[in-house]
């Protein structure tokens, strides 16, 4: 193990700014939470107790893929299996996990988040809820990974959420979405039974998306003279 603050300091910084902004937004709370970025063979990881609305970059630890330390003072997340298992499997970039309310409170009744706002298409559709198993057990690591199969998020029964994606301003984006999309179940079926999409409709959005390249700018072409 090394102290070293140099290896991959500027992930660790980017997982601290994460942290400070999920915090601000309330999706984690105290210690609750765990966020990591991937290089090569290297993650930046939170570690275990630290308040992560308020963290700081060497409150973030570096371990290598079979989860040995390499630079930090700190022992890493209890979740640092969940995490590891998640870039194994799915050769992803970034993981963040929360204990957001609106996601833990869904996490709590449903099987299932259903696609009810194309959205949730960003996700894979509709969002697993992995069955319970206590934190920072292999039991829990497997239950998440076996969720998360074809998506980019789960829900974890009585516990949280988890997304993914290639980078870590993307798996922020995801966990944000995500609360939103529970926020939005949670409103819809107190009025009542909410609508879900079925696959047609998901599709045509898909269509509809991949033709429009939806999810980016586009500057306005101009008006050549003598067109008016």
């Known amino acids: 193990m090394t102290d070293s603050s140099s290896e991959l300091s500027e992930e660790r910084a980017a997982v601290a700014d994460a942290c400070r902004r999920l915090g601000g937004e309330g999706l984690l709370i105290g210690t609750a939470g765990n ?34 330390v390499v630079a930090g003072a700190l022992r890493p997340t209890s979740e ?74 789960a829900l974890m029964a009585n516990h949280g959420a988890l997304t993914h994606a290639p980078t870590l301003d993307k798996a922020v984006e995801h966990a944000l979405l995500l609360e939103w999309a529970c926020g939005v179940y949670q409103r819809a079926a107190a009025l009542g039974p909410p609508r879900v999409l079925d696959e047609q409709q998901q599709l045509a959005v898909i269509e509809a998306a991949v033709a429009r390249d939806y999810g980016t700018t586009h500057p306005v072409t101009p008006v050549q003279e003598g067109t008016r």
């Open 35 to 68: 966020v990591s970025v991937r290089v090569g063979e290297r993650v930046a990881i939170t570690a275990t107790g630290a308040v992560l609305a308020a963290l700081t970059p060497d409150q973030v630890t570096v371990v290598d893929l079979d989860g040995k």
């Open 80 to 153: 640092l299996d969940l995490h590891l298992g998640v870039y194994h499997r799915y050769g992803t970039g970034a993981v963040v996990h929360t204990h957001a309310p609106m996601a833990t409170a869904l996490s709590c009744v449903l099987d299932e988040l259903p696609c009810i706002h194309y959205q949730l298409l960003s996700l894979g559709g509709t969002v697993r809820v992995a069955p319970y198993a206590t934190f920072g057990t292999p039991e829990l690591a497997e239950s998440v990974l076996t969720a998360l199969y074809g998506r980019s998020a």
